[in-house]
């Protein structure tokens, strides 16, 4: 990262960012998968009011078994 691509803050800025995110990508690759279902969170406020009123959810928003 000493030397930079490019010329100007801006660029140099957005290549360092790009260079992070590539080396987080691969230090998550690195990781030993799990085998753990992901936990199911609780409704939301606004999940529950609409769900009082009966107002359809984006299925996006749908907790499981429902």
């Not at 992901?38 to 606004?46: C, L, M, N, Y």
Request: one cysteine or more; proline letters at 9%; charged letters at 25%.
């Amino acid at each position: 990262m000493r030397r930079c691509r490019y010329r100007g803050q801006r660029k140099a800025h957005i290549q360092h960012v790009l260079t992070a995110i590539a080396v987080n990508i691969e230090r998550l690759s690195a990781l030993p998968p799990t085998h753990e279902a992901p936990t199911a969170r609780r409704p939301t406020a606004f999940q529950n009011y609409l769900d009082q009123r009966e107002i359809t959810r984006p299925k996006s928003w749908r907790t499981p078994g429902t």
